[in-house]
């Protein structure tokens, strides 16, 4: 198991770094499969429950590249399936859940991902004003025009601090407090189909999505005593 665990991680590392897109999904499917197929044996029958679910939705994904506001509602589906128990609430959630799958990365790929390629997409994300819920409290008149502004400001010098002093852990959170206000505008009819304010945010948030969650998911099969879950609020139930 362990010449198995290090062939993968060997394999992962490559495909962070891999030229063609396509070439990378199929590769991180087959590999997570395989993994994950190698391991169900000692996971409790919820863990897998999850992990499947995620996993199918990771994998359907790759199908949506011409349809890049599916694709991303796709991925954050999978981000949902493998941390947040059904009907809870999910912002508290995954700040915790990132916390532990950062500090369970003992090879440091979360680092190579927030620090490689895919940093310019992340400071895009993170310097636009549609991702944070405090601009929609100033549409809606719920906060002033300078309560807004100072805190965009405010949180712009933040992000820039935690960029020159590489804290990994504040970028991800940000990065994920965002998306999440992302999904819920798509989910909520909040954008027509095809916006030309959004198509650049939708297809970035998705290529962030389909690096980190192949990575997610290999740590916890790495930890799966630590990331056991209760039993699902949406069990598998027999077809009547």
Not at 25 to 32: A, D, I, Q, S
Not at 192 to 199: D, H, K, R, V
Request: aromatic residues 14%.
């Amino acid at each position: 198991m362990m010449i198995e665990k290090r062939l993968f991680i060997l394999r992962i590392f490559s495909m962070l770094h891999h030229e063609n897109k396509n070439v990378f999904y199929e590769e991180n499917m087959l590999v997570l499969e395989e993994l994950f197929r190698s391991q169900k044996a000692m996971s409790s029958s919820h863990f897998n429950l999850r992990f499947q679910r995620g996993l199918s939705w990771l994998k359907k994904s790759t199908d949506l590249d011409e349809c890049p506001e599916f694709k991303f509602m796709s991925l954050w589906i999978a981000f949902r399936a493998i941390h947040v128990a059904e009907g809870e609430e999910p912002s508290a959630l995954t700040r915790i859940f990132l916390q532990e799958i950062y500090h369970s990365d003992q090879n440091g790929r979360i680092a190579t991902l927030l620090w490689g390629k895919l940093q310019q997409s992340i400071l895009s994300l993170l310097h636009s004003p549609y991702l944070y819920t405090e601009f929609w409290q100033y549409q809606h008149q719920e906060i002033n025009q300078h309560t807004w502004q100072n805190h965009f400001i405010a949180e712009k010098n933040q992000i820039e601090n935690a960029v020159q002093q590489h804290h990994s852990m504040e970028i991800l959170a940000r990065i994920f407090q965002g998306l999440h206000v992302l999904h819920e505008q798509i989910s909520l009819g909040g954008m027509s189909y095809q916006s030309a304010i959004y198509q650049k945010y939708i297809q970035e948030s998705g290529q962030i999505l389909s690096r980190f969650l192949p990575v997610f998911m290999y740590i916890l099969l790495e930890n799966i005593t630590h990331f056991e879950v209760e039993k699902p609020f949406y069990p598998t139930i027999s077809m009547c």
